[in-house]
T-cell receptor
Framework: EADIYQTPRYLVIGTGKKITLECSQT?????MYWYQQDPGMELHLIHY???????EKGDLSSESTVSRIRTEHFPLTLESARPSHTSQYLC????????????FGSGTRLTVV | RKEVEQDPGPFNVPEGATVAFNCTYS??????FFWYRQDCRKEPKLLMS???SGNEDGRFTAQLNRASQYISLLIRDSKLSDSATYLC????????????FGKGTTLSVSS
């Protein structure tokens, strides 16, 4: 049973729309992450948070923004979606920064038309 | 040079075969290591951590060579259900970093 939840599972949206991808975890983990993965490619870190009110950009440049107002919630927002944003977005969490790996949500598959 | 490099796939093997995946990492400061499994269009799931002494979990054996910055995964007696992409993952475990994922090696086991 998943302890980290992402919604929506699939999203098709028009160019220029604002969208928010939701991620929530019930494990009380302080550390949360957003990765982007194109088909057949590696995961790339786009944002991470080490706790409430802490957010940082990852290695991959992204036009998205994140917030961390509550420990369990780490939403990702795109102010104006473009076709280049079409990808899979994976949220993950850990309690110690990764010494025991991360737990991933099921992902959101985003298509911008 | 990519931080984590893996054998190019796909590996196509019959049931019962033994298959080995290799991975190299570029940063000698890397401190923890993992193999993840990712099924098609699914999220990655932790398969096993990799320890310096080597470790085994059923049909799966992982090895780490810090001097060569090399990680391996051996799967014995392959099952159809082992078909997936296997991701090599390292953690620098420093402030401001996160797990770094390899591109993955795809395994296809056939009957």
């Amino acid at each position: 049973e998943a302890d980290i939840y992402q919604t929506p599972r699939y999203l098709v949206i028009g160019t220029g729309k604002k969208i928010t991808l939701e991620c929530s975890q019930t494990m009380g983990h302080d550390k949360m992450y957003w990765y982007q993965q194109d088909p057949g490619m590696e995961l790339h870190l786009i944002h991470y948070s080490y706790g409430v009110n802490s957010t940082e950009k990852g290695d991959l440049s992204s036009e998205s923004t994140v917030s961390r107002i509550r420990t369990e919630h780490f939403p990702l927002t795109l102010e104006s979606a473009r076709p280049s944003h079409t990808s899979q977005y994976l949220c993950a969490s850990s309690f110690d920064g990764g010494n025991y790996g991360y737990t991933f949500g099921s992902g959101t598959r985003l298509t911008v038309v | 040079r990519k931080e984590v490099e893996q054998d190019p796939g796909p590996f196509n093997v019959p049931e019962g075969a033994t298959v080995a995946f290799n991975c190299t990492y570029s940063n000698s400061a890397s401190q923890s290591f993992f193999w993840y499994r990712q099924d098609c269009r699914k999220e990655p799931k932790l398969l096993m951590s990799v320890y310096s002494s080597g470790n085994e979990d059923g049909r799966f054996t992982a090895q780490l060579n810090r001097a060569s910055q090399y990680i391996s995964l051996l799967i014995r007696d392959s099952k159809l259900s082992d078909s997936a992409t296997y991701l090599c993952v390292v953690n620098l475990y420093q402030a401001g970093t996160a797990l770094i994922f390899g591109k993955g090696t795809t395994l296809s086991v056939s009957s």
